[in-house]
C-alpha cells in the first residue's frame, strides 16, 4: 500500500482514497485502483460508487457474476442510479439472464433515457427474442441519441431483414454504406434482401461488390455462382457450417412455427408402419441439426448418433438428450472416417446443401457393416442431373437419384412427394425417398 493511501486511510479520508481509485482507474492503473475501492468498501459496504465501480473492473476481467453482485449493492444503496442498471444488465446478458438484463435495461432507460447503450442493447436482446417490433423502437430511440451511428443503424436493416420486410431493409442498408462503403455485413446483407426481392441483377452486383473487397467469403461465392447459374459440386468450405452457426439460436423455432416443418414426424411415423419395435434400431442422423428427428425417433432406437457441421446446432441437439453421440463433423467425413453398423441413415432437408451425392451415397453402401435403409429428402427438378437453385440449395432430379442407385445396386423400397416446407407464403414440394443399401 503507498504512502497516500495509507495516510488517507489512517485519517479517515475515504473521499481522497475514491478520487485516488477514480484517477488510477481512467489512467489504467487497474491494480491500485481496486486496491483504493476495496478500502473504501471495507470502510463502508454501502459506498454507492466503490461498488459501482470495482462492479466495471470486475466486469473488465470478465467476472460477470461478482460484477453483477456489486452493481446490485450498488442498485440497493441507490435504486435511482441508472448507471448500475444499465452495467448489471450487461452482466446478465452476459451471464445469459436474458429477461434479468432486458429488466434493468428498461428501469435503466426511465431513469435516464439518454443512455444510448441501454436504448441499442435493449433493441439486440428482443431482436435476439425475435420481438422485432420493440427490437426497432428500442434502436429507433438509439438512434435519436446518435443519428449517424453505423452499428444502430446497421441493426435496424437487419432487424427488418428478419422480419422478411427487404424493401424496407434495403434503404436503411444503403444508409450505413453511405457512412461506410465497405461495411461488409451490410454490403452482404443487401444483396441477399435483393435477392429475397428476386432481383437477381442487383444481388449480383452487391456480391461482385462484397468479393472485391474481400475475395474469400464462402456465402458470397456460393451465392453468386447459385445467381449466376454455375452449379458447383458441393458449396465452398465454411458456407454451411457458418449458415447454420448463424442460424441455430432461431433455428428450431423458426422451423417449426414459421416454416411449417413436418419431416420428422413425417419419417418417423412412416417407420412405425415398419412394426419396428421400440428400442431396438440403431440410426445415424446426417446433418441432425438442433435434433427434431432424434426427438421424433427416440422410442424407437437402441441408438441414435448425430453429425453436423454446426457446433451451435449441436449444442441444441445435446439439450435434447436423444442422441447418445454427437459428432462436429462434414457427413462424408464421418462416413468414410468412423465404423459404420446401423440399420437406418437418415438425412431430412440435408442434401439441398450438398450437391453431387454419389460419393454420399457410395460410402453408406460400402462401408456400413449391415444391410440399411437411407431415408432422405431433396428438392426436385426436371434435368438430369443436380442444380444450384437461385436460393443458394441443391435441386436433384429423380433420374439423376435413379442412375446413382442402379450403380451402386440399391434398391428403392418408397418414393412420394412430400411437403417440405414453407417459404413466404408458398409450400416447397420435394421427394421423400427410402432406399435399401443391397437390392
Known amino acids: 500500500m503507498d504512502a497516500s493511501l495509507q495516510h488517507n ?50 466486469f473488465d476481467k470478465r467476472k460477470y457474476q461478482k460484477a453483477s453482485l456489486h452493481f446490485s449493492k450498488a442498485i440497493k444503496f441507490n435504486p435511482n442510479l441508472a448507471e448500475a442498471f444499465n452495467y448489471r444488465a450487461v452482466a446478465y ?11 434493468d435495461y428498461s428501469r435503466a432507460i426511465d431513469l435516464n433515457p439518454s443512455l444510448y447503450e441501454a436504448h441499442f442493447n435493449l433493441g439486440v436482446l428482443r431482436a435476439q427474442q425475435q420481438y422485432f417490433g420493440q427490437a426497432i423502437k428500442a434502436f429507433k430511440a438509439a438512434l435519436l441519441l446518435k443519428p449517424e451511428d453505423q452499428d444502430t443503424l446497421y441493426n435496424i436493416a437487419k432487424t427488418l ?35 429475397q426481392l428476386n432481383d437477381y441483377s442487383n444481388a449480383l452486383n452487391g456480391y461482385r461488390l462484397v468479393i472485391s473487397f474481400n475475395p474469400k467469403i464462402p456465402e458470397v461465392l456460393h451465392l453468386m455462382n ?122 431430412n ?41 437461385p436460393t443458394g440449395r441443391y435441386s436433384h432430379s429423380r433420374r439423376y437419384l435413379q442412375a446413382i442407385f442402379d450403380r451402386l445396386e440399391m434398391q428403392e423400397l418408397h418414393f412420394e412427394n412430400v411437403k417440405l416446407r414453407k417459404e413466404f407464403d408458398s409450400s416447397i414440394f420435394g421427394g421423400l425417398f427410402v432406399v435399401k443399401t443391397q437390392k
Not at 349 to 373: A, H, M, P, Q
Open 226 to 347: 447459385a445467381l449466376s447459374g454455375v452449379t458447383t459440386e458441393k458449396p465452398p468450405p465454411g458456407y454451411v457450417e457458418n449458415l447454420f452457426d448463424n442460424y441455430a439460436a432461431t433455428f428450431e423455432r423458426t422451423l417449426v412455427d414459421e416454416l411449417d416443418y413436418q419431416i420428422p414426424s413425417v419419417v418417423a411415423a412412416m417407420m412405425r408402419q415398419g412394426h419396428i419395435v421400440n428400442n431396438t434400431i440403431s440410426v445415424l442422423d446426417l446433418g441432425c441439426g438442433t435434433g427434431l428427428m432424434g426427438e421424433a425417433i427416440s422410442d424407437l432406437s437402441a441408438l441414435v448418433v448425430g453429425v453436423d457441421l454446426s457446433k451451435e446446432m449441436l449444442k441444441q441437439a445435446k439439450e435434447s438428450k436423444s442422441y447418445q453421440k454427437l459428432f462436429h463433423c462434414d457427413i462424408q467425413q464421418y462416413l468414410s472416417t468412423q465404423s459404420l453398423d446401423f440399420d437406418y441413415f437418415i438425412a
Open 9 to 58: 486511510q489512517a485519517n479517515g479520508d475515504f473521499d481522497a482514497i475514491m478520487a485516488s481509485g477514480i484517477k488510477a482507474h481512467s489512467s489504467g492503473d487497474l491494480e491500485n485502483a481496486t486496491r483504493s475501492y476495496c478500502v473504501v468498501l471495507d470502510a463502508n459496504p454501502e459506498h454507492v460508487y466503490a461498488n459501482l465501480l470495482i462492479g466495471i473492473l470486475l
Open 161 to 195: 431483414s428478419n422480419m422478411k420486410q427487404y424493401s424496407l431493409a434495403i434503404p436503411e442498408y444503403t444508409k450505413v454504406l453511405s457512412l461506410n462503403p465497405r461495411h461488409e455485413l451490410a454490403l452482404i446483407n443487401r444483396a441477399n434482401a435483393y435477392a
Open 93 to 103: 446478458k452476459e451471464l445469459n439472464r436474458v429477461d434479468e438484463a432486458i429488466s
Open 349 to 389: 432437408d440435408v442434401f439441398i446443401y450438398v450437391g453431387d451425392l454419389v460419393d454420399v451415397f457410395s460410402l453408406v453402401k460400402k462401408r456400413n457393416k449391415r444391410v440399411g435403409k437411407l431415408i432422405f429428402t431433396v428438392e426436385l427438378n426436371d434435368t438430369d442431373g443436380f442444380v444450384l437453385e
